[in-house]
């Protein structure tokens, strides 16, 4: 039921856009709380990232839903009024402007907590709040790049790859709610307010914390963590396999009909195999390429090796254990159809307009009514373009 969730009667201003801001807000939606996205007339332009259907796209839905959206205009003194009653109000406020704009609209931590003292008040951007970098715009493959996260995944050339999915701004959004999450729990002990300075740079420097301390103490060679490691090719498709410990790797040879190599001794140590991987993939990848992914997987899985086919979309949600375990929901989206949404971990499993994002300007009259504004003023705004309402 819904009031038994966690953030049940807190009230949400989003006014981030993109991906990292919105992810919180929806994290925070999906426990309960009541999220308000405020928006611009022409829309968060998450709404346009990638392939748009309508006013929505896919990370548009993802990202939104379980909130609620008033379009109005900040550079209009009525729609201002608006933005700061709202604000008022909120027991959180999330913004992903650049440093310095909310400021100017009188919306930044320091305006807010005047009237609104115990607001806990969450800042995204790509560098931070100060420092030489903080204006400068940021995206997440700026940050891939910057951050030292691309020089860890490298093609087969050496070159520096950028993940292809929005990773920075995604993991962004959950330290983004790490953070929020403690800081009600502060506030709810000691009623005091905070301003919360999340960047996607330091959530990069957070997330890659390992990577970086190998760097610091194995020099610049990247490791390896063992070997026979990687990606393969059978005859249907590619898996990937982990038979780095000695038994996995004698089993292995006795697969590809090579047991003597596994009483080699160059190869009977881990740091052996390592130093000697490409003479292994010589023999290895060839029998590989003779037979199925599901014949591998079956000898693989029988000895105890760590493997898994490479899957596209389709083949993990026609996976029966993802069936099994429920973990994918297929809904009917407003203006998009039927999607698969995966159920987040650890939230309640969402139904009715949690599993729905907002159209630009959905709740526009609702929430100027319950702000106590008149039919007639409402009307007025809509009309003047001040507000937009769907």
């Known amino acids: 039921m819904a009031e038994d969730l966690a953030f049940t009667g807190l009230k949400v201003l989003d006014m981030a856009q993109g ?31 990638g392939t748009s259907y309508g006013d929505l796209s896919a990370f548009g839905a993802v990202y939104n839903r379980g909130k609620r959206s008033i379009a109005v205009d900040l550079k ?26 909310m400021a100017r609209f009188g919306l930044d931590y320091a305006s807010v907590a005047k009237e609104n003292p115990s607001v806990v008040y969450m800042s995204v951007s790509g560098f931070g709040q100060d420092g030489p970098y903080s204006k400068l715009p940021a995206t997440d493959s700026v940050i891939q790049a910057f951050s030292g996260l691309m020089a860890v995944n490298k093609d087969h050339r050496g070159v520096p790859q950028r993940i292809n999915v929005i990773a920075v701004d995604i993991f962004t959004g959950l330290y983004a709610f790490q953070g929020v999450a403690p ?45 026979p490691l990687g990606t393969y090719a059978a005859s249907d498709g590619f898996f990937n396999m982990n038979a780095r410990r000695d038994q996995h790797f004698k089993a ?83 203006g998009i159809g039927e999607i698969p949404m995966p159920l987040i971990p650890g ?40 507000a937009l309402a769907a």
């Open 19 to 49: 991906v990292a801001g919105p992810h919180c807000g929806l994290l925070l939606a999906q426990h309960g709380a009541e999220v308000t996205k405020l928006e611009p007339l022409g829309g968060d332009w998450g709404r346009d990232l």
């Open 347 to 386: 939230a309640p499993t969402p139904d009715g307009e949690r599993v729905q994002a907002p159209h630009l300007g959905q709740h526009t009259e609702t929430i100027l009514r319950e702000l106590g504004y008149e039919p007639d003023a409402i009307r007025a705004m809509i009309e003047s373009g001040v």
């Open 76 to 101: 209009a003194e009525e729609g201002l009024a608006v933005a700061k009653r709202l604000a008022a109000e909120a027991d959180v406020v999330l913004e992903s402007f650049r440093p310095g704009v």
């Open 252 to 334: 292995l040879m006795e697969m590809v009909g090579r047991p003597d190599m596994a009483e080699d001794p160059r190869y009977q140590t881990p740091d052996g195999r390592i130093q000697h991987s490409d003479e292994l993939d010589a023999v290895i990848r060839p029998a590989f390429a003779e037979r199925t992914t599901e014949e591998w997987l079956a000898d693989l899985k029988a000895h105890d090796i760590l493997a898994a086919r490479v899957n596209d979309f389709p083949d993990i949600l026609a996976d029966p254990h993802v069936q099994a375990r429920e973990i994918v929901r297929t809904i009917q989206h407003r």
């Open 183 to 227: 800081a009600l729990y502060r506030r709810l002990r000691t009623g005091k307010g905070v301003h919360l300075d999340i960047s996607l740079m330091q959530s990069a420097l957070a997330f890659l914390s390992a990577k970086m301390i190998e760097r610091q103490l194995d020099g610049p060679e990247m490791i390896a963590l063992g070997a």
